[in-house]
């Protein structure tokens, strides 16, 4: 849909999913958005099952990957290979693996001149811009605090069906999962993060944290943890203090906070002197960021103007990879103990029957990440 509202140069020609009925309410979904009649799916090329992604890519130039993230790392090789340029959801991966897989590719995407968009579309809202190079400009002196927000509501539960393999029922609730999920950080934080890093020209080298279930009960909620507290180090003694929580009929925020030694500045465009007067505001109209990323992807295949974003979106995947990790161990993870971590998520192999990487018990609980026990590397 962002992408239709800002092209015309491109038509929709083939579509896949593993479940059939999510394929075919995206489909009706997008229906109406379509002015121009740049939808062509035909039925034959409306592709259901794991392999789905290979017979979508064959058929493309430009390709979205925009599945859960354990998936990201073999579709991007698939497009990659196959020459295709991609735009791709965040995060990038949900283990140290994936990331790997994911920087190893990104390597012949460049050499082949693919251009690749990332979805952590905060990088192309210009008021973020104009605030980033004012802190850059030192506006409020030395950034010598971060503080990092993501408190939100609980996804949605999908009952459990009679005859759904384990499988189907883990991916029908993906984000209860952290192999599917990746954890809170990874799957929404990573927004507000991925500014900071961006904010700081850096990228974390040390998390420790904690956090754990309070209002996710049962086995309805899989095995990911409902609040999080991670307090993450840069290279030169800045720390970004990151809270996020997934719990109904609490307070909210999804933003950011930054303290500088002469002022401060938020997520509402504005910079602070140490009174809290307002110096700036960004009071201005801007276009939609979500659909600028794809304008911006299709503008570099017509015009030949390479981009490329996967290597900060694999990176601030990493940040967020590396707090889950220290979280759920209770140990303090630097990054060079991360990047020699061998320890996958996920499962052996993408079938219906896999054997899966955690399952219920007797009474159908999972097992719960447990700090000062859990295995992360």
């Known amino acids: 849909v962002n992408a239709l509202a800002v092209s015309d140069a491109f038509d929709l020609v083939a579509m896949g999913d593993t479940f059939k009925d999510r394929l075919d309410k995206c489909f009706a979904d997008i229906q109406p958005f379509d002015k121009k009649g740049q939808i062509k799916v035909e039925e034959k090329n409306k592709f259901v099952g794991f392999d789905a992604y290979e017979k979508v890519i064959a058929l493309s130039d430009v390709v979205f990957l925009v599945t859960p993230a354990p998936f990201r790392p073999m579709h991007f090789e698939a497009a990659v290979n196959a020459g295709k340029h991609i735009f791709m959801e965040k995060p990038l991966a949900v283990d140290v693996p994936g990331y790997h897989k994911i920087m190893e590719i990104n390597k012949l995407a460049d ?11 905060m990088r192309y809202k210009k008021s973020f811009q104009e605030l980033i190079s004012k802190i850059w400009d030192d506006e409020i002196g030395k950034v010598v605090s971060i503080d990092v927000y993501f408190n939100v509501g609980a996804p949605r539960i999908h009952p459990r069906q009679p005859g759904q393999t384990e499988m189907e029922y883990q991916m029908r609730n993906w984000r209860y999962f952290t192999w599917l999920w990746g954890g809170q950080l990874a799957g929404q934080t990573i927004h507000q993060m991925d500014v900071m890093n961006w904010m700081m020209k850096d990228y974390p080298v040390s998390a420790k944290g904690l956090g754990g279930r309070q209002t996710f009960i049962g086995p ?38 930054v303290q500088g030694t002469r002022g401060s500045a938020d997520e509402r465009n504005r910079i602070y002197d140490l009174d809290k007067n307002v110096l700036w505001n960004w009071r201005q109209d801007e276009p939609n960021e979500y659909e600028v990323e794809h304008d911006v992807l299709f503008k570099s295949i017509l015009n030949g103007k390479h981009v490329n974003d996967t290597e900060y979106g694999a990176k601030s995947t990493l940040t967020t990879i590396m707090g889950r990790m220290a979280m759920h ?38 097992t719960v990440p447990m700090p000062g026990m859990t295995k992360v590397l």
């Open 220 to 257: 309805n909620q899989g095995n990911t943890w409902d609040h999080h507290f991670t307090e993450f180090e840069y290279a030169n003694g800045t720390k970004m203090h990151v809270q996020s929580f997934t719990m109904n009929k609490c307070w909210g925020r999804m933003g950011f906070f």
């Open 111 to 121: 050499e082949k001149k693919l251009n690749v968009v990332v979805g952590l579309q």
């Open 329 to 366: 161990s209770g140990r303090i993870m630097t990054i060079e103990d991360v990047l020699q971590s061998e320890k996958s998520l996920l499962p052996e192999k993408f079938t219906w029957d896999a054997e899966m990487p955690d399952l219920p018990d007797a009474n159908g609980n999972y």
